[in-house]
T-cell receptor
Framework: DSGVTQTPKHLITATGQRVTLRCSPR?????VYWYQQSLDQGLQFLIQ???????AKGNILERFSAQQFPDLHSELNLSSLELGDSALYFC??????????????FGEGSRLTVL | DAKTTQPTSMDCAEGRAANLPCNHS???????VYWYRQIHSQGPQYIIH???NNETNEMASLIITEDRKSSTLILPHATLRDTAVYYC???????????FGTGTLLAVQP
């Protein structure tokens, strides 16, 4: 158990819909990262937050957005869903935002299926 | 972040050492070598990291060549539960996000 909690574990929805994925980081971790893993793309970095502020952006689509709240939990919002958005979405957390030696702890992921 | 090259897949007999190579010829002086693994559809798990010295922990050993252009992850006594995709990642600079490549699928055979 990494200490990072993601909900829901599984989600099935239809094209055009909107969903929200939630992540609670490990106690004391200020930085949250979101990753997408689809069959043909591997693990793709989406976005990083530190203490409520966006810190780094990766291959995140404009239809996707994220935020980190004062209690440090984070939400990833996916809208106008397409079939290709079906993937595993992982959240990770770390203590520091820019320390090259800090370990990232990953949650067990949220599996999104878009029909 | 520097790019890494790993074999697509490897086999290892249960109980034997698994040696997973990684090339990172463009690594710069302040970049670390990290290894993570992902057991089928689970969240990636940290294994070990190093800068230039060899490192060992309870899971594995990391051997980094003197020129730092390549490294080897060693699992000393592989078990069936070590079957996973192993990612070698070079990380450093202004941000500590992990950029995953395609990794090596290690299959431990009974």
């Amino acid at each position: 158990d990494s200490g990072v909690t993601q909900t829901p574990k599984h989600l099935i929805t239809a094209t055009g819909q909107r969903v929200t994925l939630r992540c609670s980081p490990r106690s004391g971790d200020l930085s949250v990262y979101w990753y997408q893993q689809s069959l043909d793309q591997g693990l793709q970095f989406l976005i990083q937050y530190y203490n409520g502020e966006e810190r780094a952006k990766g291959n995140i689509l404009e239809r996707f957005s994220a935020q980190q709240f004062p209690d440090l939990h984070s939400e990833l919002n996916l809208s106008s869903l397409e079939l290709g958005d079906s993937a595993l979405y992982f959240c990770a957390s770390s203590v520091s935002p820019n320390e090259a030696t800090g370990e990232l702890f990953f949650g067990e992921g949220s599996r999104l299926t878009v029909l | 972040d520097a790019k890494t090259t790993q074999p697509t897949s490897m086999d290892c007999a249960e109980g034997r050492a698994a040696n997973l190579p990684c090339n990172h010829s463009t690594i710069s002086g302040n970049e670390y070598v990290y290894w993570y693994r992902q057991i089928h559809s689970q969240g990636p798990q940290y294994i070990i990291h190093g800068l230039k010295n060899n490192e060992t922990n309870e899971m594995a050993s990391l051997i980094i060549t003197e020129d730092r252009k390549s490294s080897t992850l060693i699992l000393p006594h592989a078990t069936l539960r070590d079957t996973a995709v192993y990612y070698c990642i070079v990380r450093g600079g202004a941000t500590n996000k992990l950029i995953f490549g395609t990794g090596t699928l290690l299959a431990v055979q009974p």
